[in-house]
């Protein structure tokens, strides 16, 4: 079983939808979580960070629910340059530091 | 603060020869990645370093990879001798704290 999971892509959208990306991980001693955007071909950058009440970012909504060890994301008013690969990413080990494991992503395509 | 910076951005080799990718971390950064992804593996940990120092090597599959970190400011990844599957995405990470960023990686080719 891969140590994070994520749903199997591609999702493809109409401008304006709102779309859902969920993600399990499976070390319960997972310190903190994370949500990275890739676009093609280019480095993956940190999106959000994943907190156990729950955070938001504009149109962007992360959620946490540690005893299930699930992780999702939620994309509303969804825009063209939202399309790219989003990134389930868990540490495991320090709170400072420690290595980040990554989920095999999911392609999300917004068209208009 | 320029980033993290790796080279070469691109990278052909023929089978067996010997390969050494590059990463400068931001400066003040104590932790060190190195990360490979491919289409088949997704993002996969290679080593990491705190302070220089390996911590975990784990993921660095076989003999033929080795990685340094002879100075704060330096890290290399070597593959000798290369092979075709090696051919993916090589990127370096650095953090302090919780703040992670990526170089814009090395695009590696193994002909």
């Known amino acids: 079983r891969k140590e994070v999971e994520q749903d199997p892509g591609p999702f493809n959208v109409p401008e304006g939808a709102t779309v859902a990306f969920n993600c399990t991980y499976s070390?319960?001693?997972?310190?903190?979580f994370f949500w990275y955007r890739q676009d093609c071909r280019k480095e993956p950058k940190l999106l959000m960070s994943?907190?156990?009440s729950g955070n938001e970012d504009g149109r962007f909504t992360a959620q946490l629910n540690r005893a299930s060890q699930y992780i999702s994301l939620l994309i509303r008013d969804s825009k063209l340059s939202d399309s790219a690969t989003y990134l389930c990413?868990?540490?495991?080990?320090?709170?400072?530091?420690?290595?980040?494991?990554f989920g095999q992503g999911t392609e999300l395509s917004v068209k208009p | 603060d320029a980033g993290v910076i790796q080279s070469p951005r691109h990278e052909v080799t023929e089978m067996g020869q010997e390969v050494t990718l590059r990463c400068k971390p931001i400066?003040?950064?104590?932790?060190l990645f190195w990360y490979r992804q491919t289409m088949m593996r997704g993002l996969e940990l290679l080593i990491y370093?705190?302070?220089?120092?390996?911590?975990?090597d784990s993921g660095m599959p076989e003999d033929r990879f080795s990685a340094k970190m002879p100075n704060a400011s330096f890290s290399t990844l070597k593959i000798q001798p290369s092979e075709p599957r090696d051919s993916a995405v090589y990127f370096c990470?650095?953090?302090f704290g919780s703040g992670y960023t990526f170089g814009s990686g090395t695009r590696l080719t193994v002909v």
């Open positions: 990470a650095s953090s």
């Open positions: 070390n319960s001693a997972s310190q903190s």
């Open positions: 994943v907190y156990s």
């Open positions: 990413v868990v540490n495991i080990g320090y709170n400072q530091g420690g290595k980040l494991i």
């Open positions: 400066s003040g950064h104590d932790y």
């Open positions: 370093f705190n302070n220089n120092v390996p911590i975990d």
